[in-house]
């Protein structure tokens, strides 16, 4: 069954940090880029970061540069994004997802992505 599976959200005070994990089967994953997106409440969901398909490529929204790293492990099919010294703007629902058979870059828009995981939610809050 093809699914991606988020995890790791949670309640976090302000200058903490996140693990959150998204986990694939049911498909190619090693040759797939992977998005992790984000979505305030009452706003558009936007990048956060990417990874091409080899893990050689990553790109992060300027928001979060510095902060958050993105990484994955073809051998457990799982991405994660590791985010630090977080604040109470990244507080949204992360949502990750797949581009199947890219290989050369990861800087896709919601369009592009051809499967998506439910999200998790990501509270920054004292």
């Known amino acids: 069954q093809l699914q991606l599976v988020e995890s790791g959200g949670g309640l976090v005070q302000p200058g903490g940090s996140l693990r959150l994990s998204c986990a694939a089967s049911?498909?190619?994953?090693?040759?797939?880029?992977i998005v992790w997106f984000r979505q305030a409440p009452g706003k558009e969901r936007d990048r956060v970061s990417c990874?091409?398909?080899?893990?050689?490529?990553?790109n992060s929204a300027d928001s979060v540069k510095g902060r958050f790293t993105i990484s994955r492990d073809n051998a457990k099919n799982t991405v994660y994004l590791q985010m630090n010294s977080l604040k109470p703007e990244d507080t949204a629902v992360y949502y990750c997802a797949a581009k199947r058979w890219t290989y050369r870059s990861c800087w896709l828009s919601s369009s592009d992505m051809d499967y998506w995981g439910k999200g998790t939610l990501v509270t920054v809050s004292s």
């Open positions: 990874i091409s398909s080899s893990g050689s490529i990553t």
């Open positions: 049911g498909f190619t994953f090693d040759y797939s880029a």
